[in-house]
């Protein structure tokens, strides 16, 4: 096809705005449309579906996602304004190898459907030392996820045998 030339009185044809955001260590240019979440662009036009839509308006957790460490939720965070280094479950799979095999062995999942943000918030929690040795208190710590399946204590458990491995290991 020709290459099209604008012609006089034709509006200018706008490109669609673009910001550089790291993903899992590596540099993307995404939509900065303003209205893209973090949670659009990781999942369409990155490809990153480990992350989940729930709720869509930070209420649930399902879309938990690390920024510089601390957890974030995509659904609500514009993909402009975001600053520093996400990680997404997919970059987590490796370093959060011991909790996902503490929520397997502890039956910390059902539907599965909340899984990566419960596993995101924890491996956040547990890099940064932050685990709290009392249950109430890590309650507390992993309420912004919610489960409809478990009833969370197996998952408080997952976390708490994770930590402990984490800790014993270093
Ligand atoms: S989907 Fe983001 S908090 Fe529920
Ligand atoms: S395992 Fe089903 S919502 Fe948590």
Known sequence: MGRHRRQRGEPARTQSPT???TVNGEEHQVSAAADATLLDVLRDEL?????????????????????????????IALASRVRG?????????????????????????????????????AAGLIRSGAVPADDRDLRHQLAGNICRCTGYQAIVEAVRTAADATAAAS
């Open 19 to 21: 910001t550089t955001l």
């Open 47 to 75: 490809g990153l579906q480990g992350t989940k839509l729930g709720c869509g308006r930070g209420e649930c957790g399902a879309c938990t996602v690390l920024v510089d460490g601390r957890a974030a939720l995509a659904c």
């Open 85 to 121: 280094h996400v990680e997404t479950i997919e970059g987590l799979a490796e370093p959060a190898k011991a909790l996902r095999a503490a929520f397997a062995d502890t039956g910390a999942f059902q539907c599965g459907y909340c899984t990566p943000g419960q596993v995101v918030r």
